[in-house]
């Protein structure tokens, strides 16, 4: 018999965690080892708006740069046509453009874009991406599905569920005890 991964016992509106022995069989959720359950990157995704930002490797790095502006961003993918070519972040530029003394009008994105790129599933979990970003010193993980970007998640995602994923733990705890 095949045995469940994933736990989540639905109370109302909310959902409360609990040990498996506790919890009904869905596939919401991931348990890591305690036996708590964080959010995956595919729900993460779920939450965000914007869609997928991504530049070409010709594009240069100024015209990136200003789409990144426009959107508030760190990072942007680099497609090329359907497939993952790297990414480039805020943090490409300074240390590449910038100190090297190279103007970002007449650089390609191509040049200076991060083209070993860390990336994950949507069926990661926030924790394990945390744990990569802090391994590998990024800040901008792209989701791939079928070898395609679906999203990219970035260190804020990450620290703001892990935020929202204290504080319901915080209140579960408190409720647990008031009762």
Request: hydrophobic residues 40%; proline residues 4%; glycine residues 6%.
């Amino acid at each position: 018999m095949r045995r469940p991964r994933f736990f989540v016992l639905h109370c109302g509106q909310n959902t409360a965690y609990r040990p498996a022995r506790f919890c009904a069989y869905t596939e919401d959720t991931t348990t890591i080892p305690g036996g708590n359950v964080m959010s995956t990157v595919a729900q993460v995704l779920e939450k965000k708006q914007g869609g997928l930002l991504s530049v070409t490797p010709e594009t240069t790095v100024y015209d990136a740069l200003k789409l990144m502006a426009e959107r508030e961003v760190g990072a942007v993918v680099v497609l090329e046509g359907k497939h993952l070519a790297g990414i480039l972040s805020e943090r490409d530029y300074a240390r590449k453009v910038i100190l090297l003394g190279k103007s970002s009008r007449d650089t390609p994105v191509s040049e200076i874009m991060t083209s070993k790129v860390v990336c994950v599933l949507p069926t990661n979990t926030v924790d394990e991406c945390m744990a990569l970003m802090t391994d590998k010193r990024v800040r901008h993980l792209p989701v791939l599905v079928d070898n395609a970007v679906v999203g990219v998640i970035s260190i804020g995602d990450v620290v703001k569920e892990t935020i929202a994923e204290q504080r319901f733990m915080i209140e579960q705890l408190e409720q647990y005890i008031m009762s």
